[in-house]
């Protein structure tokens, strides 16, 4: 099995883990607010509810390079520039609840599960071949089909 050596960082105190390896410091998150549309009444006009979170894919910290391919390929709708861009980010937005407290974690929620599935790697296939038993279990069924076909022709 083909292994990647990353160098291990180790997560500083206050830092938001992302995954087994992967973590994000809190003032590398960008989050901004505004007005939600919709339904909603008078709230909906004078409450900043929406909320938008913008994190470069340099500041996610414990990625390997593999990962950040992942993430950046998983993230095409999330993604603003390139992987190649140095200043490529994610962004998320909700304006799904009514406060804002609660579309901030629906924000965290989305960029984390993203994270952590773009750092666990796929599982390879290997191709398999039918074992022996199973040949002969398949060819006697196609025997017993065909006989049984054959008594139903006339004579």
Known sequence: MHTVSVPIIQRPPGAIALGPRAWVVERDLSFTFSRSGGPGGQNVN???SRVQLRVALSAIKGLHDAGRARLA?????HLIGGLGDPDAALQFTA???RSQRANKEACMERFHALVLLASTPPKVRRK???TRGSRERRLEGKRIQGEKKSRRQDP
């Open 128 to 130: 398999t071949r039918p």
């Open 73 to 77: 390929d998983m993230a095409h709708a």
């Open 95 to 97: 304006s799904e609840e």
């Open 46 to 48: 004078k409450v900043e």
